[in-house]
């Protein structure tokens, strides 16, 4: 064990949590050493998830959840996960890197640079900061998305992981705002999410007679919390704002996001033209896939791995580009992205416990 990372797991009993174990337990250079939580704290892990039992009695996971104690973490971790609700990550980041921890936050207390951003749409105030902790943190906190921010990730000491959502539209659209293929300074996002995206905790929307043959629209018109962190990073991309419409829907499946990006092209794009920016962009990723010129991304061809499938069309009527990405929202969408992220900042091959192809069917 003392040639492997050490990394601990805050939040432990939730849906990415459950898969940063899954992940992990296979890491060839990581030990699990601990897990924690709130409400499970004092439980074992395979008394919540019955399908671990047998990675405890390998050893490759504690049996207990513990409750979360920020100086018991850094006494035995190099690296925390924060699989947490929104809102409570940022007291454990400033203690935890205050300790000389690496922090990955997978909620979304980091993601936002802009203040009125956070107060508006998470109601994030860091007015009770006393010495301006939260701030120098937020100063430090890197967008945890591999195929823009690599070199700043190598560094980092606190991860800002990014939402589903926007991992499966950025990857699609960004390179193509990048390159000055689009025009608009409105960009229409369309998305398809499975049920796990909105966690473990029983809802009456969630359960599978609601969910069960139908698919609906939901938080519309700019209600969507995703909003703002896709104009924030696509307008980073094409160097100027952008104003996002924002429509997720729920499908009734477990795992996936699907999103389908209009773009307005600028004069003279061609769909061969879009398709390079994409090819160029993504020549030397491990986890993206390009598809050809006619194909289009599939969720079920991404499910349970690390993978991103994206595709480009141009619609020569309207004079719109379609910029399409499926991911698995846990893997790539969540925990895989974490890991991918933990690999580059310790200097492990990046594709290291995320070799994993696809479930089919």
């Known amino acids: ?20 174990m899954r992940l992990l337990a296979h890491h060839p250079h990581v030990a699990v050493t601990c897990l924690a939580a709130g409400r499970s704290a004092g439980k074992q892990i395979d008394e919540i998830y019955p399908h671990l039992r047998y990675l405890v009695n390998e ?62 749409w998470y109601g994030a105030s860091d007015a009770d900061d006393p010495g301006g902790k939260i701030a120098a943190l937020r100063q430090q906190a890197v967008y945890g998305l591999p195929e823009r921010f690599r070199e700043r990730l190598k560094k980092a000491q606190l991860i800002a ?6 991992t499966a539209t950025i990857l699609a659209a960004a390179p193509l705002l990048a390159a000055g293929l689009c025009t608009a300074a409105t960009v229409i996002v369309d998305a398809k999410s499975g049920t796990t995206g909105a966690g473990r905790t029983p809802a ?30 696509l307008g980073l991309a094409a160097g100027a704002e952008l104003a996002v419409l924002f429509t997720p829907h729920l499908v009734p499946m477990a795992r996936g996001i699907f999103s389908c990006v209009y773009l307005t092209a600028a004069p003279g794009v061609t769909a061969a033209s879009a398709h390079k920016a994409l090819a160029d962009a993504y020549a030397a990723e491990p986890f993206v896939d390009v598809l050809a010129l006619g194909e289009v991304p599939d969720t079920s061809h991404v499910r349970g791995s690390n993978r991103a499938a994206v595709a480009v069309a141009h619609d020569v009527r309207t004079g719109q580009l379609l910029a399409l990405g499926a991911i698995d929202n846990l893997i790539k969408g969540a925990s895989g992205q ?6 580059i900042r310790f200097g492990l091959p990046e594709v290291a416990g995320l070799g994993h192809v696809a479930l089919f069917p």
């Not at 992981?161 to 926007?166: K, T």
């Not at 929307?205 to 969910?211: R, Y």
Request: contains cysteine; glycine residues 12%; proline residues 4%.
């Open 1 to 20: 064990m003392s040639d492997k990372i050490r990394a601990a797991i805050v939040g432990a009993s939730g849906y990415t949590g459950v898969e940063l």
């Open 338 to 343: 974490a890991v991918q992220c933990m690999n």
């Open 161 to 166: 992981n990014p939402g589903c959502y926007p």
């Open 204 to 233: 009456q929307g969630g359960m599978f007679s609601e969910v069960g043959e139908g698919i609906r629209a939901y938080k519309i018109a700019g209600a969507h919390r995703h909003t703002p962190e896709i104009e924030e990073q």
């Open 59 to 120: 050893g490759r996971l504690p049996g207990e959840v513990v409750a979360f104690d920020a100086a018991a973490l850094a006494a035995v971790a190099d690296v925390v996960f924060l699989a947490l609700p929104h809102g409570e990550a940022v007291a454990a980041s400033v203690e935890l890197v205050a300790r000389g921890v690496v922090v990955i936050d997978l909620s979304a207390d980091f993601r936002l640079q802009d203040a009125g951003n956070r107060a508006r």
